[in-house]
């Protein structure tokens, strides 16, 4: 699920583990993600009503998990709601890890792919789980915020034709007048849908930002993890 279907142009912004929100943690925490430099971090950003969050996204970060664990890799599974609302609340994050149930169209696909059994999963998350910060979202969709929110999530839109911008933004605006709340970490690391992820190094440094599948992901992890960058072990 994401915010702009046909544009994807990928940012870096320059931002640190310090710059994620947690507003609950549901499972391993609380914690100061400050704490985890040294570590190599992955953030994986889902939604709970987010059928591809769950038919890859976290079964991949899973397997991460289970393959890097005892070399350094920390990874931390964020909730987030740029969209249905209803459905993407803390509640149902709690059912999730809990109990393994799943709702909305989570269920409905999870149900046709023969995923899960009386509506739960026949696994479970093994890492630190919590809910990013959102907040009612009561700032008056104007042309100036349509224009600032398209080029947080195109930092290529200047040099887009003029129809293509158009589009972009006509696409925004209307993103824009039927979102009601707004998370935190999901909007200052502008990304694009779910499920996104976010890696940092051993600083604690931003190095990576995905939106959907990516297939560059294990071979950025293992860079970060065999990189002598560390704050015990600084660059020469």
């Given at each position: ?7 994807s142009?990928?940012i ?5 583990l310090s ?6 943690w549901?499972q ?10 040294g570590?190599?971090v992955?953030v994986?950003?889902f ?18 998990h ?8 920390v990874?931390?599974?964020l ?19 809990q ?13 046709q ?12 998350l ?16 104007t ?13 290529g ?9 158009q589009?972009a ?5 209307n ?5 009601t709340m ?25 190095q ?14 293992e ?13 020469q």
């Amino acid at each position: 699920m994401n915010v702009l279907t046909a544009f994807s142009l990928s940012i870096m912004p320059n931002y640190s583990l310090s710059d994620i929100s947690v507003e609950t943690w549901v499972q391993g925490g609380p914690m100061n993600l400050t704490d985890l430099v040294g570590s190599v971090v992955l953030v994986e950003v889902f939604q709970v009503n987010c059928p591809g969050c769950f038919l890859y996204a976290l079964p991949k970060a899973i397997q991460l998990h289970e393959t890097y664990q005892k070399e350094g890799l920390v990874i931390i599974g964020l909730a987030t709601a740029f969209e249905d609302y209803d459905k993407n609340t803390l509640e149902n994050l709690e059912r999730l890890v809990q109990k393994g149930e799943v709702i909305g169209e989570t269920l409905h696909t999870l149900t046709q792919q023969g995923m899960v059994t009386d509506g739960k999963l026949d696994w479970r998350l093994p890492f630190a789980v919590g809910m990013d910060r959102v907040e009612p979202d009561v700032e008056p969709v104007t042309q100036e915020k349509t224009l600032r929110y398209t080029h947080d999530c195109l930092p290529g839109f200047d040099e887009l034709g003029e129809d293509r911008k158009q589009a972009a933004l006509q696409q925004v605006r209307n993103y824009l007048k039927q979102k009601t709340m707004k998370a935190e970490t999901f909007e200052r690391f502008s990304l694009q849908g779910t499920p996104s992820s976010i890696l940092f190094d051993r600083k604690g440094h931003v190095q990576n930002i995905s939106f959907g599948q990516n297939e560059n992901q294990q071979y950025l992890i293992e860079q970060c993890l065999a990189s002598r960058d560390s704050p015990e072990n600084p660059a020469q």
